[in-house]
């Protein structure tokens, strides 16, 4: 059973609109949650992180929000550009393991 | 810095025969990982290694080996390949003790199985 679910395979936003890519888990003790980008023909690379302590963490255009009573973490992109488009992973990190569980992943696509 | 570098970048098998993809990092990080990305199934951990001379399974470890030679290298085997392990294969290091364990991910390998 898979512990990190990113239940939109895909998802289709105008340049300039908000991107908005969600992520459920099932495993309240996680300490960090995760996302990475991917590109095409590359790895993964990391985006940005939020300690399962806090509710919202920004970086320029990305915010992650987190509802731990929901088990649900959220990604925004505002604004929206072209070069946003890839496959973005969520993921989840706890300090005990060395382990990061990933989730499927959802495919962006920022139209100009 | 070349951060981590994988070979080969392509590989076609025939069923049964046998390889290793190879992995180096150069940011002297204890934690190395493999991991293959299907389409639907995300990431999945194949084994880990949390330091020279550990290795441990993943989630899909059947039908792959795999050797830490030293700190900086990370190798794969497919002792004999099956369609089924055709996929990207990526590998990755990592240091836990920094902040939320940032993983670095090498460009993958696209393995494909005939």
């Known amino acids: 059973d898979q512990q990190v679910k990113q239940n939109s395979p895909s998802l289709s936003v105008q340049e300039g609109r908000i991107s908005i890519l969600n992520c459920d888990y099932t495993?309240?003790?996680?300490?960090?949650f995760l996302w990475y980008k991917k590109y095409p023909a590359e790895g993964p690379t990391f985006l940005i992180s939020i300690s399962s302590i806090k509710d919202k963490n920004e970086d320029g255009r990305f915010t992650v929000f987190l509802n731990k009573s929901a088990k649900h973490l959220s990604l925004h992109i505002v604004p929206s550009q072209p070069g946003d488009s890839a496959v973005y992973f969520c993921?989840?990190?706890?300090?005990?393991?060395?382990?990061?569980?990933f989730g499927p992943g959802t495919s962006l696509s920022v139209i100009p | 810095n070349a951060g981590v570098t994988q070979t080969p970048k392509f590989q076609v098998l025939k069923t049964g025969q046998s390889m290793t993809l190879q992995c180096a990092q150069d940011m002297n990080h204890n934690s190395m990982y493999w991991y293959r990305q299907d389409p639907g199934m995300g990431l999945r951990l194949i084994y880990y290694s949390a330091s020279e001379g550990t290795t441990d399974k993943g989630e899909v470890p059947n039908g792959y080996n795999v050797s830490r030679l030293n700190k900086r290298e990370f190798s794969l085997r497919l002792e004999s390949a099956a369609p089924s392990q055709t996929s990207v294969y990526f590998c990755?290091?990592?240091?836990?003790?920094?902040?939320?364990?940032?993983?670095?991910f090498g460009p993958g390998t696209r393995l494909t199985v005939l």
């Open positions: 990755a290091s990592s240091d836990p003790r920094e902040v939320h364990n940032e993983q670095f």
């Open positions: 495993n309240s003790m996680f300490d960090y």
């Open positions: 993921a989840t990190w706890k300090t005990s393991y060395d382990k990061v569980i």
